[in-house]
C-alpha cells in the first residue's frame, strides 16, 4: 500500500500554500462531499525499595529515571497542560486554550462560508472515579488536536472547516448545531442522568459521536454500559475493514486493523526500537484495535468507538516527533479521523 507524503505543519509554505507531497484523498470523494455537505449538514437534524534507597541513596535518581523511561513504554503519558484545565472551565472553543504542543495552526473561509463549514466539537462529561484507574478527562490532547485535524482536514480535502472548534456539555442548547461530536477518554465515563435523554435524541436525530483514546476491557465494559443507557436496544458491531468507513477518502483496506493503532506518542517513539504500540491499562497489555459501531434502525452509523488506539494523539503531536507524525500521524490517525468525518457527513 502506497501511502502518500504529508508535510509536517511546521515546514509548510509560510502564505498557506498546500504541500505539492501531502496526503492525496480521492477527488470524486472530495467532489462528493462538496455535493452532499448541504444535505449532510442542514437535512438530517429534526429537530519494596526502602533498604536499597537507604544504602544507596546517590542511586536514586537514577532508578527513578529508568524507571520513568520503562513506564512510558506502556502507560499514558499525562502529558501537554490538558490536564490543568478544569472539566467545568468556561472554555467554549479550542482558541480559548493555550496550546501545550508547539504552534497552533490558522486558516479563514472564503467570505460568505463562514457558517457552512464543519466544527469539531468535543463533548464534555463527567468521570466516574470508581470505574478504572486510568486517566480519563475529556480535555486530553486539546486544543492541539481539535485544531490540528480541522487544519489538515480544511487542508487536505473540499471541506470549509470552522477554525475555532466548539466545546458543549451534552446539555447544551448548542449541541443540535453540530452533527459531529469527539469525546476522548470515554472509559470512566459517567452520563448524569438528565444527559440520556437529549444524547438519544440527538443520536436519532442526525447526530454522529466519535469515542476515541480508551484502553482495555474495564474501561470498553464501562463505555458500553454507558452507551447502552443512552440506547438500551442498541448493540455495538466490529467494522470489518471493507466497511466504507476505511475507503472513502483515505484507502486503508490494505492494512489489519492492528495497522491502525496509534498509540501516545511517547510509546510510539520508542516502538522503533521494541516494536509495542500498545499500552497497559488495568493490568492488561492492549494489543487487539478494535473499531465499532453503533446503528440506528435505519441501519445509519450514529456512534463509532476506536478502542485500544489513541488518534488523538497522532493528531495533537505531529509537529514535535519525526518518526512518530510518519508512522502514526501520517499513515494512522489522520487518513481515519478524515474518513470518520467525511463519511458521518455524507451518510
Known sequence: MVIHRLSPRILLDPNGEKPSDGLVPDPAAARRFS??????WHGRWQG?????????????????????????????????GEGAISEDSAIRTARDAPTHSVDMPTWTNRPGF?????????????????????????????????????YRLQQLTSINV??????????????????WVYMVEPGALRFETHELETLKKYLLNGGFLMADDFWGTRQWRNFENEMKRVLPNSEFVDLPMDHP???????????????LQVPNFRTGEMSQ????????????????VHIRALF????????????????GDGWEREQE??????QFSEKRAYPLGINIIFYAMTH
Open 114 to 150: 463562514n457558517k457552512d463549514a464543519f466544527t469539531f466539537t468535543r463533548l464534555r462529561y463527567t468521570r466516574n472515579p470508581y470505574r478504572s484507574r486510568a486517566f480519563s478527562h475529556c480535555f486530553t490532547d486539546f486544543p492541539d488536536s481539535d485544531l490540528n485535524l480541522s
Open 321 to 326: 516527533y519525526h518518526y512518530y507524525f510518519r
Open 273 to 288: 526500537h521494541d516494536g509495542v504500540t500498545w499500552e497497559e491499562h488495568d493490568g492488561e497489555e492492549c494489543r487487539e
Open 48 to 80: 519494596p525499595c526502602q533498604r536499597l534507597m537507604r544504602q544507596n541513596a546517590l542511586l536514586l535518581p537514577i532508578l527513578l529515571s529508568c524507571a520513568t523511561l520503562l513506564l512510558a513504554q506502556r502507560y499514558r503519558y499525562w502529558g501537554g
Open 296 to 311: 440506528d434502525d435505519k441501519g445509519r452509523m450514529i456512534v463509532i468507538a476506536c478502542h485500544n488506539t489513541d488518534n
Open 35 to 40: 455535493k452532499h455537505r448541504v444535505v449532510s
Open 245 to 259: 468507513i476505511f475507503s472513502c477518502v483515505f484507502d486503508l483496506r490494505g492494512l489489519t486493523k492492528q495497522g
Open 162 to 179: 470552522d477554525p475555532d472548534g466548539r466545546v458543549l456539555h451534552i446539555n447544551d442548547p448548542e449541541l443540535f448545531e453540530y452533527p
